[in-house]
């Protein structure tokens, strides 16, 4: 069984839409969540984190993490054709000593 | 900027040869983990070190790989008679043993194993 899935897309969105990305994960008792942004061919840049229910803004990103439903999001305003990455989602399971990574999501936005 | 910085970028070597990636941390930052990242797949934990201590080595590390973290700043990563599996992208990142443990990623290094 996968620790953190995502749906591997891809997902397309017209320029200044809102481009949804969901991420589920498998240990009721995680502690922290992140998502990164990776470029084809680059390492995962760290866009936010989020360790408490509810929401997160940050410019034109909002986490949101829903622990009972063991659900993490990331929404992106506004989005640009530069946001055209893949999003992975990462979940710290407890002890703080590795992060378990999603398979990512692939986001295409549409000029 | 004194991110994370990785060597060398790339690396091509003949099946059975043995490589060693270099990995410079944030400087303050004391915990220290390497990744394997294939296409197509979210990095893949290998191992990490808080200071010199190995604190953490991931089942699926088969024992031709070691790293080693020996003052506590650098670490290295061996491969030892590389195999084709072996290709993908190895990553390093640091954080501080605190707080949210965010992760900071170097730019990476490419091996391909012909």
């Known amino acids: 069984q996968k620790e953190v899935e995502q749906n591997s897309g891809p997902l397309s969105v017209p320029e200044g839409a809102i481009a949804s990305l969901n991420c589920t994960y498998s240990d009721r008792g995680s502690q922290s969540f992140f998502w990164y942004r990776q470029y084809s061919g680059k390492s995962p840049e760290l866009i936010m984190s989020?360790?408490?229910?509810g929401d997160k803004e940050d410019g034109r990103f909002t986490a949101q993490l829903n622990k009972a439903s063991q659900y993490v999001s990331l929404l992106i305003r506004d989005s640009q054709p530069s946001d055209s990455a893949t999003y992975l989602c990462a979940v710290n399971m407890g002890t703080g000593n590795q992060f378990y990574f999603g398979t990512g999501t692939s986001l295409t936005v549409i000029p | 900027d004194t991110g994370v910085s990785q060597n060398p970028r790339h690396k091509i070597t003949k099946r059975g040869q043995n490589v060693t990636f270099r990995c410079d941390p944030i400087s303050e930052h004391n915990r220290l983990y390497w990744y394997r990242q294939t296409l197509g797949q979210g990095p893949e934990f290998l191992t990490y070190?808080?200071?010199?201590?190995?604190?953490?080595k991931s089942r699926l590390l088969s024992d031709r790989f070691s790293a080693e973290r020996p003052k506590g700043s650098f670490s290295t990563l061996e491969i030892q008679r590389t195999e084709q599996g072996d290709s993908a992208m190895y990553l390093c990142a640091s954080s501080l043993a605190r707080g949210n443990y965010e992760q900071y990623f170097g730019p990476g290094t490419r091996l391909t194993v012909t």
């Open positions: 989020i360790y408490s229910n």
């Open positions: 070190f808080q200071n010199e201590a190995q604190l953490e």
